[in-house]
């Protein structure tokens, strides 16, 4: 079990990359932190394009190129976060836009495109698809639903990458259990848990990327245990020493 540090903003300081490093076993790179050139570059969360959708020969292109750059790489992730091809952002939700898939063409999309990405990043880099949290718009069809994203994981043989802070956030939005939801889930599949802490205001749950609780913290673990899961995530982005300071307690825990 490794803990995989996202790139972001707090790198940008050599002495905040250096402190997170010591923390992080890896590193997760996302497009906007590739050209960094940092050690230790296990993971790719390609989180700008979604294999649900129609992908262009560019979009197969860029990760051949992007693939062929990262000599540490062992997984590459993709999100499943909206339904419809072109959503618009409002008020930190997506709204509908654009065409607007059914389920079996999104599976259908789905089954060609991981094939092709199979293809590419050959048999010694694994893939996987992310859970979205939902919010109360036509954008989510489908793609929260538990028993969608168990099909098109299961279908094309890939990995699971849980989020919890999504989870979290479509259980209060859909008012539904998170314990019946998460086990619904393809966690037999799991390889990578994302996780945070989210917010809760006016009836919605946001997933606002805060300090995850210890609580929190020893549910991941446990999961992760429990599944065998790879690399566990810590995406929170506010503070370098907060950051630095849970990662040394995430470290404790697994190792106890």
Known sequence: MKI????S????????AKKIAKHSDCVEVRPYSLDLNLANQELFHCDHMQPIHSMSED?????????????DLKLISFHCAS????????????HKGGYDYSAEEMKKNMRYNIS???????????????????YPTTAYNHVTDASFISDIVYENDIYFLFDNAHALVTCHNKKID????????????????QFCKPSYSANLARDTHDLPTEE??????ELASKHKCEFLTLEYYKDVEKLA?????????ISE
Do not use: W
């Open 4 to 7: 995989a540090t996202p790139v």
């Open 9 to 16: 903003h707090l790198f940008k300081i050599k002495s905040d």
């Open 59 to 71: 979009d197969f292109e860029y990760i051949h190129t992007e693939v062929n750059k990262l000599t």
């Open 83 to 94: 339904s419809c091809d072109k959503p618009i952002l409002k008020n930190g939700m997506y």
């Open 116 to 134: 092709r990405i199979k293809k590419i990043v050959g048999s010694t880099i694994k893939v996987a698809i992310e859970n979205n949290n939902y």
């Open 178 to 193: 998170y314990e019946e939801y998460k086990n619904n889930l393809p966690m037999d599949k799991l390889i990578q848990i």
């Open 216 to 221: 929190i913290l020893k549910e991941v673990v």
């Open 245 to 253: 300071d849970t990662l040394k307690k995430l470290k404790r825990m």
